[in-house]
Nanobody
Framework: QVHLVDSGGGLVQPGGSLRLLCEAS????????MGWYRRTPGLQRVLVAN???????TYGDFVRGRFTASRDTAKNTVYLQMNSLKPEDTDVYYC??????????????WGQGTQVTVSS
């Protein structure tokens, strides 16, 4: 089995910063991609940032240069550095991992979510 654990959310004032972390563990053969999505209750998940296996990073339109995704492949961990946070960034952020535990066994996994609240 493969597991994802995400963390790092919290309460921050507008203009502040947070760093989210997501670690994959278990029987990992290959990571196809790992990234972050956000979801407001009642709405679909929206892409925040995603890193492909070859390191190509895609960002959601609302990020606009404020967030940076990075990874430590040795630790099977991705990070999301969130700067210049705005109240409208408030949401639950979920890590997503598309991970193979063998050449033919594939998981599309979600972390438990971490709350980001931007408020004065």
């Amino acid at each position: 089995q493969v597991h994802l654990v995400d963390s790092g959310g919290g309460l921050v004032q507008p203009g502040g910063s947070l760093r989210l972390l997501c670690e994959a563990s278990g029987d990992i053969f290959r990571i196809a991609s790992m990234g972050w999505y956000r979801r407001t209750p009642g709405l679909q998940r929206v892409l925040v940032a995603n890193i492909s296996r070859d390191g190509y990073t895609t960002y959601g339109d609302f990020v606009r240069g404020r967030f940076t995704a990075s990874r430590d492949t040795a630790k099977n961990t991705v990070y999301l550095q969130m700067n210049s946070l705005k109240p409208e960034d408030t949401d639950v952020y979920y890590c997503n991992g598309k991970i193979y535990s063998s050449p033919t066994t594939y998981y599309d996994l979600w972390g438990q979510g971490t709350q980001v609240t931007v408020s004065s």
